[in-house]
Nanobody, 112 residues
Framework: QFVESGGGLVQPGGSLSLSCTASQPISDEYAMGWHRQAPGKQRELVASMSRLGRIDYVDDVKGRFTISRDFAKNTFWLQMDSLTAEDAAVYYC????????WGQGTQVNVTS
C-alpha cells in the first residue's frame, strides 16, 4: 500500500513536490513510477525509475518533472515545476505496470 502526499492548489508556473511512502518494503528489483489520472481520462504513467537508475518521462513532463527514490526509506518523490492546467490530476505511485495495490493518490490542481 502506498501513501501519496504533497498535492494541492497552485497557479500555472508553480511547483509542487509529491512524496510516496510504501507501507511495506519495496524490493529495489522493481522499477517505480508516478502515474496520474485526470477527470474523464485514463490513468497514465508520467515518470519511472528502474532499479538501475534509468529514468523515463512522458514527453509532456520532460524538463519539468523530476523523479527520485530513497531505497532505504522506501520513499519516492516527484518534483513538479512549471505546472500547467494540463497537469491537474490525481497522482499515484506504483510500479510502472501497476502491479501493487493502489493508494488514494494526491490531488493536484492548477488554476489561476
Amino acid at each position: 500500500q502506498f501513501v501519496e502526499s504533497g498535492g494541492g492548489l497552485v497557479q500555472p508556473g508553480g511547483s509542487l513536490s509529491l512524496s510516496c511512502t510504501a507501507s511495506q518494503p519495496i524490493s529495489d528489483e522493481y522499477a517505480m513510477g508516478w502515474h496520474r489520472q485526470a477527470p474523464g481520462k485514463q490513468r497514465e504513467l508520467v515518470a519511472s525509475m528502474s532499479r538501475l537508475g534509468r529514468i523515463d518521462y512522458v514527453d509532456d513532463v520532460k524538463g519539468r518533472f523530476t523523479i527520485s527514490r530513497d531505497f532505504a526509506k522506501n520513499t519516492f518523490w516527484l518534483q513538479m515545476d512549471s505546472l500547467t492546467a494540463e497537469d491537474a490530476a490525481v497522482y499515484y505511485c506504483n510500479q510502472p505496470g501497476g502491479i501493487f495495490f493502489w493508494g488514494q493518490g494526491t490531488q493536484v490542481n492548477v488554476t489561476s
